[in-house]
């Protein structure tokens, strides 16, 4: 396409392209995606202290595994590997924290190949999937292995204390009993690894939304949303006394909010489709927890908008500026 | 902005919101203006020869009037813009007229030119500046001249819109019964990095722009006149000031962000209206102009001395010494470039106008036109771009568009020819200001996918 036009061999090389000829270069995919790294690093400190080298090792396996998935499904499709947008090892670390300390490694290898796989690359890798990868290779192993991912999977003996008694959900739904929110905040309870700690979620998540990188419409109505069926269903008196706050404070609920429906690729592009997605994403999580056999609803909340997100992309066309 | 409303409060409409006005999204590209915004406005030395392109405009070509080894004065009629859209024109120089040639334009257009050579006997240096910016311009006296005058004198003088466009401006400013017009709007934001034309003649010729700011408000009979600038020009603000106290002119200071100088945009800072889609400014009864227009209009109306000449900006990083030159038109670009110390090692694309919305040209005999608002020469480290990936659907388009767009689908559609879908996301609203393509993490060609759709989809129209 450039041109090459010098007069005399001494003169500069002068391009033509259309226009513009001047672009912001701080804002890349690969910077997006860095900036997701760095915002995980405090849920991954937490992790890391409270279920030790159970965090290390499901971390290490499934990033290993994404980044090898990635590079070999890449390589079947005949595409140049892709391995540096850093996308694939975004997937595996989100993947590693929403899965319990206690599931053994070949879950962690299936649910990454799951991801990379069924989740991205069959609808043509990165940008194009519908569905959250991170999620789909959950929900794959969460069907597969059912036991190992049931609320009874997270529980199990060892050196790592926390692990020896249920999450604070299942502890509720099971015997009303209710954790105090100060443990729910700082994480120490049982739980997906990187879901128990609500601070290191929120410093993480403020991060993202602050750098623009996370769209805050999408946590905003996560938020909203959960909070609205949480609060009424605290005035009806349907889940008290684990009231809306403690929803709000456990289980994946700000996890979720702060880097799993901010997934760019399966959220709407338009700032009402974001609030409408992510609303949604909060309300169906609460009517599971609230009505479904699961303690948590997460997943499915998360999943069930994305595959609505094309939708929402053509119902809140915006109007443009003049426009009727 | 507490302190500078105090400041300006007696030349500022209160209802103008000084300061402040603005549109949403939009961007904030470094300016770079600093290149070339204190030097001063020089005078190009007379060329040998000019090459004066039969169409400078949006409309229809003028037709020579003029024949090969025919002797002409500066600013002697060449072509007579016939159509109702056209604009006439005149020669800078005094001289020789050669045989017509074909010139290409910097957007790439083909067309006929007069050539004409230069015998040296014309108007330059100071006495040039004098007749075309300096001096009195004393608009009591002309406080009779109706609109229709007004019109005429424009007419003949070939004016044409010089922000860029360059759309005649007898048409723009010719009275319409169904569509009045209560507010004349004279665009100083010059938006677009880099340049700095507006704001040295704003700065250095504040009289004729008011001058002709109140001409052309008398001549579509507008109630009110507005010079709208972006508050990173102080400078152009004061010096527009007292040069408008008494006059009647408001200048009202709007946000500086890309691209506050559209047209749809400044009247949104301005008046908080919004032009409705597909219309134009005359539909709420805005008619809009340009602070370099309203000098050609002053000049043509007052002193009966037509457009044959206008202020470019060389600058950029690739340019060896940024300056601002008064030049006559049909000049080529490289000497404009010569003069400014010739292009530096590093330079890497010449883009006639900005580097938004310019177009990227590499023949040196280009000739300037009356629509050349500048030449920036960008060097490679300027117009790096990022590495191009696939759309990861962030939205940074969306929220950038000043239209409300969104481009990335727009794009998308483009691309597979879906033009149904195009049409529905409302491909064209788009009038590639390029902010979705500057902020794009993806580094996707938006404005190229979104540009190719429109012309397909006019294509088919037709």
């Known amino acids: 396409m450039n041109t090459d036009i010098t007069e005399n061999n001494s003169g500069p090389l002068i391009h033509v392209a259309p226009s513009p000829h001047v672009y912001s270069t701080q804002l890349t995919t690969r910077n997006m ?3 997701v790294l760095i915002s995980l690093v405090p849920v991954m400190l937490a992790a890391l202290y409270y279920f030790r080298w159970l965090a290390v090792k499901q971390l290490f396996i499934c990033v290993v595994s994404c980044l090898v998935a990635e590079a070999v499904f890449t390589r079947l499709r005949g595409r140049a590997i892709s391995l540096k947008d850093l996308s694939a090892a975004v997937t595996g670390i989100i993947l590693a924290l929403s ?11 299936i649910g990454s190949t799951a991801a990379m796989g069924i989740g991205k690359m069959v609808f043509g890798g990165l940008g194009m999937n519908i569905f959250n990868p991170a999620m789909v290779g959950r929900a794959f192993v969460m069907i597969a292995f059912s036991g190992l991912l049931a609320a009874s999977g997270y529980v199990a003996g060892g050196g790592v204390d926390i692990i020896s008694q249920a999450t604070p959900l299942t502890i509720y739904k099971q015997s009303g009993m209710v954790t105090p929110l100060p443990a729910l905040i700082l994480g120490k309870v049982n739980g997906s690894l990187g879901e128990t700690s609500a601070l290191a979620c929120l410093i993480g998540g403020l991060f993202l939304c602050l750098r623009r990188t996370a769209s805050w419409e999408l946590s905003a109505g996560v938020l909203v949303g959960a909070s609205i069926i949480g609060g009424v269903a605290n005035v009806l008196n349907i889940s008290n006394p684990w009231s809306v706050v403690h929803h709000l404070n456990s289980g994946a609920l700000l996890f979720g909010a702060f880097f799993i429906a901010t997934d760019p690729v399966t959220s709407p592009l338009t700032p009402r489709g974001k609030w409408i997605f992510g609303l949604g994403v909060g309300a169906f999580l609460m009517v599971f927890r609230l009505f479904s056999g699961y303690p948590e609803g997460l997943m499915f909340a998360v999943l069930l908008m994305n595959a609505v997100t094309p939708l929402l992309n053509r119902w809140t066309i915006p109007r443009p500026f003049g426009g009727a | 902005m507490a302190w500078f409303r105090q400041k300006y409060k007696d030349n500022i409409d209160p209802h103008a919101f000084p300061g402040n006005g603005t549109f949403a999204h939009g961007i904030h590209p470094p300016q770079c203006k600093d290149l070339a915004a204190d030097s001063p406005i020089e005078i190009m030395p007379i060329p040998d020869k000019v090459v004066l392109p039969l169409l400078q405009h949006i409309g229809g070509p003028c037709a020579p009037v003029v024949k090969p080894k025919q002797t002409v004065r500066a600013g002697d009629l060449v072509g007579m813009g016939e159509a109702y859209v056209s604009a006439s024109l005149h020669t800078p120089i005094s001289g020789d007229v050669l045989k017509m040639a074909v010139t290409t334009l910097a957007n790439g257009r083909h067309m006929q030119a007069i050539v004409i050579r230069s015998n040296g006997e014309q108007r330059t240096g100071q006495a040039l500046w004098d007749i075309m910016f300096g001096g009195k311009w004393p608009q009591k006296e002309y406080q009779t001249l109706s609109p229709e005058e007004i019109n005429a004198a ?3 003088a070939g004016i044409v819109g010089l922000g860029g466009a360059a759309f005649p401006t007898h048409v723009k400013i010719d009275s319409d019964d169904r569509k009045p017009i209560e507010i004349l709007m004279v665009n100083g934001c010059e938006c677009e990095p880099y340049l700095t034309t507006d704001y040295r003649l704003m700065v250095e010729a504040p009289d004729a722009i008011v001058a002709g700011t109140m001409l052309a408000a008398r001549a579509v009979r507008a109630k009110k006149a507005y010079i709208g ?18 006059a009647g002119v408001k200048i009202a200071v709007v946000k500086t962000k890309y691209p506050q100088g559209s047209e749809k945009h400044l009247i949104k800072g301005v008046l908080g209206k919004e032009v409705p889609l597909g219309g134009l400014p005359s539909d709420i009864g805005v008619a809009m102009t340009n602070v370099a227009t309203v000098t050609s209009v002053a000049r043509g109306v007052m002193r009966n001395i037509p457009l044959t000449h206008r202020v470019v900006s060389v600058t950029g990083g690739g340019i060896v010494q940024p300056k601002n030159l008064l030049v006559p038109l049909g000049i080529s670009m490289g000497a404009l470039i010569a003069y400014c110390g010739g292009l530096r090692k590093t330079a890497a694309r010449i883009i006639a106008g900005g580097p938004m919305m310019g177009f990227a040209f590499t023949n040196p005999d280009t000739p300037v036109t009356k629509g050349t608002s500048g030449i920036t020469v960008l060097t490679h480290e300027e117009i790096r771009r990022v590495e191009q990936t696939v759309c990861v659907r962030c939205g940074r388009c969306v929220d950038v568009c000043p239209m ?9 559609a483009s691309r597979q020819n879906d033009f149904t879908l195009a049409r529905k996301y409302n491909i064209n609203a788009c009038f590639e200001c390029g902010s979705c393509a500057y902020i794009c ?6 404005v190229q996918l979104i540009r190719t759709g429109k012309a397909q989809i006019a294509g088919a129209g037709r």
């Open chain 1, 33 to 35: 995606m860095r900036d």
């Open chain 1, 99 to 109: 899965l319990p300390a206690t599931a053994p490694w070949y879950v962690g290898v």
């Open chain 2, 154 to 156: 424009i007419h003949d």
């Open chain 2, 229 to 246: 600038i972006e508050n990173n020009k102080l400078e152009a603000v004061e010096s527009l000031r007292r040069a408008a106290s008494g």
């Open chain 2, 404 to 412: 409300n767009l969104v481009p990335t689908k727009i794009a998308m």
């Open chain 2, 441 to 446: 993490p993806a580094g996707l060609p938006l």
